[in-house]
């Protein structure tokens, strides 16, 4: 059995250890840098295939690490900082990162975010066959974007024209982050207002339609603060909407 490879790149070497310990324990193959450069050499020689990612390194900043693996790959990066601000959440996950987890943080916790990481790889191939197929289905609920419908348990849910269309980006990169400027420049042009509010209104109206309990939600969860996340299959749902 060929054992998937985590490179962690964390300069503090009790963090280290802790990530290397948890993730072997998993039955994953972990490779270690201490350092921004080091990193880029592994990541170029080992193609690792996912990277857990501290922004606060000693010779270059974590956001240079993400630009760069985001110029030729699509490999998943699960940033563990201690910057738990909204604003450096939201420029990681803008510049391309995957998830964001803050410190401190638990082994459950980081298991769970590079499952759905690892998942996300194969989300982003599975969406190209949406693209041709035109459905995204995950659990009960189907996106059919040819002919602007969702239904949830065969059911038609009668959707907005702006909110299908916010439902249909967030299918479209099902299970990673989008930042709710992410959302706002995509549907409305990088003129749009970059105001939070008419997408929180839009989400309460989709989810007072879209899920049985709307406090509880199974298809759409909320990164408190940076944006909104579509369910995929096997999601561990350990993220409150």
């Given amino acids: 059995m060929i054992r998937k490879k985590i490179l962690i790149i964390e300069d503090d070497p009790g963090i280290r250890m802790f990530l290397k310990t948890t993730v072997a324990a998993e039955g994953y193959d972990a490779i270690t840098a201490d350092s921004g450069r080091?990193?880029?050499?592994?990541?170029?020689?080992h193609c690792p295939d996912c990277i857990l990612l501290d922004l606060g390194l000693p010779d270059m900043d974590g956001g240079e690490i993400i630009a760069s693996v985001r110029s030729w790959t699509q490999i998943p990066i699960v940033v563990i900082s201690a910057r738990s601000t909204e604003q450096d959440k939201a420029e990681a996950l803008d510049a391309g990162a995957d998830d964001y987890i803050t410190k401190p943080f638990g082994a459950v916790e980081l298991l769970a975010r590079i499952r759905s990481a690892l998942r996300h790889t194969h989300t982003m191939a599975e969406n190209n066959a949406v693209a041709r197929s035109g459905f995204y289905r995950v659990g009960s609920?189907?996106?059919?974007?040819?002919?602007?419908?969702?239904t949830v348990d065969g059911q038609d849910i009668h959707l907005t024209p702006n909110e299908f269309r916010i439902v249909a980006l967030l299918g479209r990169h099902a299970g990673r982050v989008m930042t709710y400027r992410a959302i706002l420049r995509e549907l409305w042009g990088p003129a749009a207002s970059m105001d939070n509010k008419i997408l929180r209104v839009h989400m309460a109206s989709i989810r007072r339609k879209l899920e049985a309990n709307p406090s509880d939600p199974r298809y759409i969860f909320t990164e408190v603060g940076v944006g909104y996340r579509m369910a995929e299959d096997g999601d561990d749902r350990e993220k409150k909407g």
């Fill in 38 to 45: 080091h990193a880029m050499s592994i990541i170029s020689s």
């Fill in 141 to 150: 609920m189907e996106i059919d974007y040819r002919r602007y419908r969702v």
